[in-house]
């Protein structure tokens, strides 16, 4: 069976059964994905197909979506057996710092931060040497503050409430 979600930098092996394809009439499996990187993959034996990803291939593959197609080639001819999409998940102990927060989140840091650094300022667009700069209107700026705070609001309504279960002995 096929991952459907790999962890880049961690190897990986999975077998898919081919009895109509066998090494002795010269058939061979290959496996491709294509996404934000290519990989491709052949399989080893028959009609059992072991199919291995190493850890240093797996971490060659960007954190994201990818779609993978398994087929089975002899000379010019070529099969589809399966297609279907897989998540590469980023590497934690290679990532380095990680920013967890959600988009909300950021966003409304990236625009308090303008707000704080606007207050001072009043002018809302300049030009120099023909080249003209506009900036966001504070009342656009509280707009989105307004908007992102609720949804942060809504995030963490959204959070799994912890039962309490009162045992009387």
Known sequence: MEPTKLIAGDSFAWVREAPACLPEAGWELLYV????????????????????????????????IYRWACYAKRGEDRHTLARGEISVVEDLAAAGDVDTRGHARRMLALVEAALEKRLPKDQQSYQIDGMRLDRI???????????????????????????RINVRL
């Open 33 to 64: 994905l294509r996404g934000l990187a290519s990989l491709d993959i052949t399989a080893t034996g028959g009609p059992v197909y072991r199919f291995e990803l190493s850890a240093a291939q797996a971490a060659s593959l960007p954190a994201g």
């Open 137 to 163: 209107p504070i009342e656009r700026l509280d707009a989105l503050r307004t908007k992102y705070r609720r949804e942060v609001a809504q995030q963490n309504n959204r959070r799994p409430m912890r039962r």
